[in-house]
């Protein structure tokens, strides 16, 4: 007695997987075919397009070191921050050998100006510039923005008369950002090509080529989450690893019940169909009236 033959879910599903993986592949041999394009082409497209990404990064690191040598314009203004992205990191301008920054005190927590020693590691600099054309000290970016006129004592003045009006801190408005930003608006005597960048988030081709950013508030926050994180200690950090990975044992195991519960299950349906074809013709017989 023959009956219908039926091929198993799961080898079903291994050959759709499989066809549409060759369909894929032939799909974009196909695609490079018809438009002529080999892929040595592509390769030396790719070569191409970097060698000009890298040359244009060297023209704009040129400049950039040619104003730093210039100080016939009055005293360097350094910006620096994090070169993390999306993380969000201390703000520091530097002038001559001080810093000026707003500092969170750890005894009252409030936030007030913070004016201190300051140095800038020029030989590991010009050494990330040659190397990577990114000036990064010990993670940290560090640019030019500009000149000032002013005198050290007329730069501390202006530093406490922004805190005297700085206002309340708030974590992505009226921080140490904008407390930097008001305080370089008002020393500055003339600005350098990364000016816009720091002030006004706007990218030159310099950093247009590097890819580099100023944070937005949602990613300030974010990170701000992040890091909090991050301060659990070891013990909660095992505690909390330990519990995921009994939760996806648990769903791992759940998975594999309900998984065998369906194939049962159309076994099942599977099993009864056949057994309805095959009662089938003795269903359809005329029954024999004996009489």
């Not at 993986?21 to 191409?48: F, H, M, P, Q």
């Not at 998975?255 to 099942?268: E, M």
């Amino acid at each position: 007695m023959s009956g219908t033959q039926y091929v198993p879910i799961p080898i079903i599903l291994f050959a759709l997987i499989l066809a549409a993986g060759v369909y894929k592949k032939i799909k974009t041999r196909r695609a490079i075919g018809s438009t002529g394009t080999s892929e040595a082409d592509i390769r030396e497209a790719c070569r191409r397009g970097e060698a000009k990404k890298e040359a244009e990064l060297e023209v704009e690191v040129k400049k950039r070191r040619a104003e730093e040598e210039d100080t016939t314009k009055g005293k360097h203004i350094w910006f620096s921050r994090c070169v993390q992205h999306g993380r969000f990191k201390h703000w520091v301008l530097g002038v001559e050998d001080t810093k000026y920054e707003l500092r969170r005190d750890d005894v009252s927590g409030k936030y007030m100006a913070n004016v201190a020693p300051w140095t800038i590691d020029k030989e590991k600099r010009e050494a990330a510039l040659s190397e990577q054309k990114i000036p990064n000290v010990d993670g940290y970016y560090i640019c030019l923005i500009g000149w000032t006129q002013k005198q050290p004592q007329e730069l501390k003045q202006i530093c406490d008369e922004v805190m005297a009006q700085f206002g309340t801190y708030y974590l992505v408005f009226n921080n140490c950002q904008d407390f930097l930003k008001t305080f370089a608006d008002r020393i500055i005597s003339e600005t350098a090509l990364d000016w816009e960048w720091f002030r006004d988030n706007t990218k030159t081709g310099y950093q247009e080529t590097q890819a580099l950013k100023i944070p937005t508030p949602d990613e300030i926050i974010a990170a701000n989450r992040s890091a909090a994180q991050q301060q659990i200690n070891s013990h909660n950090r095992h505690q909390i690893h330990h519990n995921m990975h009994a939760m996806n044992q648990a769903i791992h195991h759940s998975s594999q019940i309900g998984l065998q519960n369906q194939l049962a299950s159309l076994n099942q349906v599977q099993n009864q169909q056949v057994l309805n074809q095959q009662n089938q013709p003795f269903q359809m017989q005329n029954p024999i009236i004996m009489g």
